[in-house]
């Protein structure tokens, strides 16, 4: 894709999907991936925890064991994470790919800096701390004021583990750290092709500004 004052669409781009479980972050990657691959950009969809073997056995383990120890939890898919990053992620960015990703470090911030207690700041160290690290170019948080559709807190694949009062709590929460982050907020609950419009503008904006930067 080639747009006045030059093409970006070699220009890698880090962009992370956040939000509570059932705000549409899947459906909207699915949405977003057709379009920029419309659009003549080459990208790469992958998930947190996961995107390895290694780390889709970790997202096994942590989803089916809901009493570990905050601190296991997190290096647990802190460890995943390490291994997406060096095999996944940053080869895709090399390439000048633009990354996809449901979830990431924020997830992080989220779940078991505030919901398991940890704290923002410890885990934010922790993170900081580790090899390699990896700060993602675009944070794209997914908002509804409640679960969007058919979505089950009984789903196999939800992290919300007590029912629509621990969902409001992270939902507050991203909202709350997107205002410290500078994370991006998109309405949700909207008709899905006016969200996945609101995403595309938001990444395509993003990567005129990096190439702007960069020049």
Known sequence: MVTQGGNIS????????EGADGVG???QIKHVEKELTRLGYKTVVSREPGGTPLGETIRAIVKE???LYPWSEFYLIQGARIEHIGK?????LRKGYIVLVDRFTPS????????R???VDEVLGAIEHSQPNLEPDLVLVLDAPEPIGAFSFSSSDSFER???SSWREIRTTYIELSQRFGWTVIEADRDESHVTKDLITAIINHLKTKMLLEQ
């Open 10 to 17: 070699n220009i890698p781009l880090f962009v992370v999907f």
């Open 25 to 27: 972050k899947s459906t």
């Open 65 to 67: 064991n809901f009493d």
């Open 88 to 92: 996944v992620i940053e080869p895709a």
């Open 108 to 115: 992080s911030l989220v779940y078991q800096g505030v919901l």
């Open 117 to 119: 207690d940890i704290g």
């Open 162 to 164: 007590d029912g629509l």
